[in-house]
């Protein structure tokens, strides 16, 4: 799974290591949750979904890079269960 990260202009030192701790928290949150929906299709396998992380908004979102098949698999579910706290 690939991280999108979408900030303000002028990047510090303070915010770069907040999102590196998120991402931490993050993967396996999100881990957990392809592997209960999806895993049967991938194997395993989830190089193929992106994720927008919106710092501005505090929204995770599924990339539109992410398989069609995918996305309409879990879109909905994700917005309920990864946002609900993520931040």
């Known amino acids: 799974m690939k991280f999108n990260w979408i900030l ?3 990047k510090d ?5 907040f999102c ?3 991402e ?3 993967r ?3 881990t957990r949750f392809l592997l209960a929906r999806v895993d ?3 194997n395993g396998d989830f190089s193929c979904f992106y994720f927008d992380v919106n710092m501005i908004s505090k929204r ?6 992410t398989p ?5 698999l879990i879109k909905s579910d994700l917005e309920s269960e990864i946002n609900h706290d993520c931040y």
């Open 8 to 10: 303000k202009e002028g």
């Open 13 to 17: 030192e303070q915010l770069k290591r």
């Open 20 to 22: 590196v701790d998120l």
């Open 24 to 26: 931490y928290r993050l």
């Open 28 to 30: 396996p949150k999100i």
């Open 40 to 42: 049967n299709e991938c």
């Open 60 to 65: 995770i979102t599924l990339s539109e890079k």
């Open 68 to 72: 069609a098949k995918y996305l309409q």
